[in-house]
Structures are given as C-alpha cells and as structure tokens.
C-alpha cells in the first residue's frame, strides 16, 4: 500500500462520515413526521430509507474514487445493508469503546482520525462486493 492508496482511504473514510452526517440529519427530521403520522410503518420505512442512502453514498464516493459500482435498486439495498452492519461492528470497537474507556476530546480526536481510514477500508471492501464487472455477485 502505498501513501496515494492510504490518502483515498481516509478520504472516503472522512466523506462517507460527513456525507452520511448530514443526511440522518435530514432523516431524522423526515423520521418524525413519519412516525408520528406511520406510527411503526413509519419507522420501517426510515430505516429503509437509511439503508439506501447508506448504500447510494457509498455507492458514489466509491466510483469517484476507486472504481465503478452496481448501483441497481437491490444492489443499492443489500450494499447499505451490509455496510451499514459491517460499520455498527468496527465503529463500536473503534470508536465507541475507546471512548467510554477514556473519555474526552483527544479520544474523539485520535478515534476520528484511525477511525477514518478503518471505515475507508471497510467501504472499499464492501463496495468491492458490487464491483463492475466483477465481485462476489456479477
């Protein structure tokens, strides 16, 4: 691996995190609405909308820049799935836990920065599932 390789992994580890921050932003204030007047069909269908928006901002950070990606509706749905189950794993062992163990800004800080490059890795790897033209499911 080398410095250019890392740089991307921390880069698609910061926009996925920023991108995907603004958006549950957004979700959550749609999520409201949603279960207020949807009750529980409210929430099932928020949690479907953030495992597409999941899957699409992966989806779109990794052909800008990796390579091309399937983006058809159930590949979009299965790549969020399974992203969004595979971060909820390695950003509770490094994010969280250190956190709650040592609390404070230079924890946050430093799991950020490592954090950033563990979920660029993580994204790439997942994406690389639904690659063009290869992957697990061609």
């Not at 509706?73 to 509770?92: M, R, S």
């Not at 230079?106 to 063009?132: H, N, Q, Y």
């Amino acid at each position: 691996m080398n410095w250019r390789e890392l740089a991307k992994y921390f880069v698609h580890g910061v926009a996925f995190s920023l991108l995907f921050t603004f958006f549950i932003i957004g979700l959550t204030l749609f999520s409201v609405v949603l279960m207020v007047f949807g009750s529980f069909i409210g929430l099932i269908i928020v949690i479907g909308l953030m495992i597409l928006m999941i899957g699409s901002i992966n989806i779109e950070i990794t052909e800008r820049l990796w390579f091309s990606v399937k983006s058809e509706f159930w590949d979009i749905l299965f790549h969020g799935l399974l992203l969004f189950i595979a971060l909820l794993v390695v950003d509770g062992v490094f994010f969280l836990a250190p956190l709650l163990i040592f609390p404070g800004i230079g924890t946050i800080a430093l799991t950020f920065i490592i954090g950033s490059f563990i979920d660029g890795l993580v994204c790439k790897k997942i994406a690389g599932l639904w690659e063009e033209g290869s992957g697990f499911f061609s």
